[in-house]
């Protein structure tokens, strides 16, 4: 279901609990790349290195910046298929019946979820069947959320239509969206535009040990006539644990993710409240920035910042640098594409 949406920040472990208007936020279980290039070339660089488009690095098959545009657009095409069109079925109980969501609409779901997660250099996360019930409860009750209302969706009162406690717990542990089929959110959390002071949806989906999930999601009320929970904060997951992660990330990354907010996640020191420079490699001009000290808690620290005057552009490369980190600054190059 496609038109305006809401998204509201999760909320666990960040305080809060503001509504914030705006659009936006299957993998084989690999979580690795394909280390087939960055397309920049390698010819400088000594046997078994590659130019990651900053500097010659080790041929590394877990690190994005070391993708082909074809591996790239190929996964980030595949990962927004819809195998199921219409994965919620009602249930017979009238509103406040939970229904069912397919397996087919989950596994689209956490197809997309591992998608962004594999496109910034990390592993697969898996889902529970338990989260998967309670965040269908919270998906009932969300849908029907009073936005007039002075309580936080997260925090739901016992008056609150279609309340139950299994509800309420996965308000508590979820992110929320409202407007848009069970896949199609994840985008919407990632985008999470309206949320510039936390990022916090983003964050928890590139959170890297997150796992497993929970994915909920009801259809046919409300005021925007659907909402997702995902519940969000489990982090027994494994995989690949880099130092740092970006969105958009380093190497190829498909539109629209470059047309975002821009942020850089770590446990690195400084990361809070680091500096961020970005030159456009074709002239090498430094480019201005409006850089968000983002309030922390969610997932890992990160800092964010968007384009000030100008417009990312498929094709063109823009090295970024990240200063004032414990250990020393980290660069690295970005490269939009259009995957048609």
């Given at each position: 279901?496609?038109g305006?949406?809401?998204?509201v920040?999760?909320?666990?472990?960040?305080g809060?609990?503001?509504?914030?208007?705006?659009?936006g936020?299957?993998?084989?279980?690999s979580?690795?790349?394909?280390?087939?290039?960055?397309?920049?070339?390698s010819?400088?660089?000594?046997s078994?290195?590659?130019?990651n488009g900053i500097?010659?690095?080790p041929?590394?098959?877990?690190?994005?910046a070391?993708?082909?545009m074809?591996?790239?657009?190929?996964?980030?095409?595949?990962?927004?298929?819809?195998?199921?069109?219409h994965p919620?079925?009602?249930?017979?109980?009238?509103?406040?019946?939970?229904g069912?969501?397919?397996?087919?609409g989950k596994a689209?779901?956490?197809?997309?979820?591992?998608?962004?997660?594999w496109l910034?250099g990390?592993g697969?996360?898996?889902?529970s069947?338990?989260?998967?019930?309670?965040?269908?409860?919270?998906?009932?009750?969300?849908?029907w959320?009073?936005?007039?209302?002075?309580?936080?969706?997260?925090?739901?009162?016992?008056?609150?239509?279609?309340?139950?406690?299994?509800?309420?717990?996965?308000?508590?542990?979820s992110?929320?969206?409202?407007?848009?089929?069970?896949?199609?959110?994840i985008?919407?959390?990632?985008?999470?535009?309206?949320?510039s002071?936390?990022?916090?949806?983003?964050?928890?989906?590139?959170?890297?040990?997150?796992?497993?999930?929970?994915?909920?999601?009801?259809?046919?009320g409300?005021?925007?006539?659907?909402?997702?929970?995902?519940?969000?904060?489990?982090?027994?997951?494994?995989?690949?644990?880099p130092?740092?992660?970006?969105v958009?990330?380093?190497?190829?990354?498909p539109?629209?993710?470059?047309t975002?907010?821009?942020?850089?996640?770590?446990?690195?020191?400084?990361?809070?409240n680091?500096t961020?420079t970005v030159v456009?490699?074709?002239?090498?001009?430094?480019?201005?920035?409006t850089?968000?000290?983002?309030s922390q808690?969610y997932?890992?620290?990160?800092?964010?910042?968007?384009?000030?005057?100008?417009?990312p552009t498929?094709?063109?490369?823009?090295?970024?640098?990240v200063a004032?980190?414990?250990?020393?600054?980290?660069?690295y190059a970005?490269?939009?594409?259009?995957c048609?």
């Amino acid at each position: 279901m496609k038109g305006f949406v809401l998204v509201v920040c999760a909320l666990a472990a960040c305080g809060g609990g503001n509504a914030a208007n705006g659009d936006g936020g299957g993998d084989d279980g690999s979580g690795s790349g394909s280390g087939s290039g960055s397309g920049s070339g390698s010819a400088g660089c000594p046997s078994g290195m590659v130019d990651n488009g900053i500097t010659c690095v080790p041929i590394d098959p877990n690190d994005p910046a070391q993708r082909s545009m074809a591996d790239v657009c190929t996964r980030w095409k595949a990962d927004h298929v819809l195998t199921d069109q219409h994965p919620f079925t009602a249930g017979t109980g009238g509103d406040c019946d939970q229904g069912t969501l397919s397996a087919a609409g989950k596994a689209d779901t956490l197809k997309r979820i591992n998608g962004f997660r594999w496109l910034v250099g990390l592993g697969a996360t898996t889902e529970s069947a338990s989260l998967d019930a309670t965040d269908q409860h919270c998906a009932n009750l969300e849908s029907w959320w009073d936005f007039s209302s002075p309580a936080s969706p997260h925090s739901p009162p016992s008056s609150a239509k279609c309340y139950t406690a299994d509800g309420a717990s996965g308000a508590g542990m979820s992110n929320i969206a409202w407007g848009n089929g069970p896949a199609d959110s994840i985008d919407q959390f990632m985008e999470d535009g309206g949320n510039s002071t936390t990022m916090g949806h983003r964050r928890w989906i590139v959170n890297p040990p997150l796992g497993p999930v929970g994915i909920g999601y009801w259809e046919g009320g409300g005021m925007y006539g659907s909402a997702e929970c995902l519940a969000i904060f489990g982090s027994s997951g494994g995989g690949a644990n880099p130092p740092w992660v970006s969105v958009p990330n380093p190497g190829y990354v498909p539109m629209p993710i470059p047309t975002w907010e821009w942020t850089f996640h770590s446990a690195l020191g400084g990361t809070a409240n680091a500096t961020i420079t970005v030159v456009r490699a074709s002239d090498n001009m430094s480019l201005a920035v409006t850089r968000t000290t983002l309030s922390q808690g969610y997932g890992q620290d990160a800092i964010s910042w968007a384009p000030m005057g100008w417009t990312p552009t498929a094709g063109e490369t823009y090295k970024v640098t990240v200063a004032g980190l414990t250990g020393g600054s980290v660069s690295y190059a970005v490269r939009p594409i259009t995957c048609n």
